[in-house]
């Protein structure tokens, strides 16, 4: 949830992550979790684009991003303690909770099937 909190705020965090359903890529770059969105096989041109357009404000988004990491800051032992929460949990999931995750993850398997290049 650290992760997320920081895109779309607590709140939002929480209940995406307790709702029970897939957020499908158009949602999740207009809730502004993802920056981009492009079809499966074609991550790498994508990459590139990004960095290409971004190039040429290099100096003011490293400020935007200075600024963003004063705010919220990302350090290594926040994210060794994300981890080590995520597995502890992870070890103690009902046959439920398990189950659940079972059918997201068919699920999205399903869905890469029916998708044109694997993105929507």
């Known amino acids: 949830m650290s992760l997320l909190s920081r895109r779309v705020g607590v709140h939002r965090a929480e209940r ?10 158009p949602e999740l770059l207009e809730m502004g979790v993802i920056d981009e969105m492009c079809p ?12 290409a357009a971004h190039a040429k404000r290099r100096a ?7 600024s963003r990491y004063r705010i919220a ?13 995520w597995v502890e949990t992870a070890q103690h999931l009902s046959a439920e909770e398990i189950r659940t995750m079972d059918m997201f ?10 998708l044109p290049g694997g993105a929507e």
Request: proline content about 2%; charged content about 20%; glycine content about 6%.
């Open 16 to 25: 995406m992550m307790t709702d029970k359903r897939i957020y499908s890529a």
């Open 40 to 51: 499966t096989g074609h991550g790498v041109q994508a990459v590139e684009r990004f960095i």
């Open 60 to 66: 003011a988004r490293l400020a935007l991003q200075h």
């Open 73 to 85: 800051p990302l350090d290594y032992h926040e994210l060794s303690v994300v981890v080590d929460e």
């Open 105 to 114: 993850i068919m699920m999205q398997q399903g869905l890469q099937h029916k």
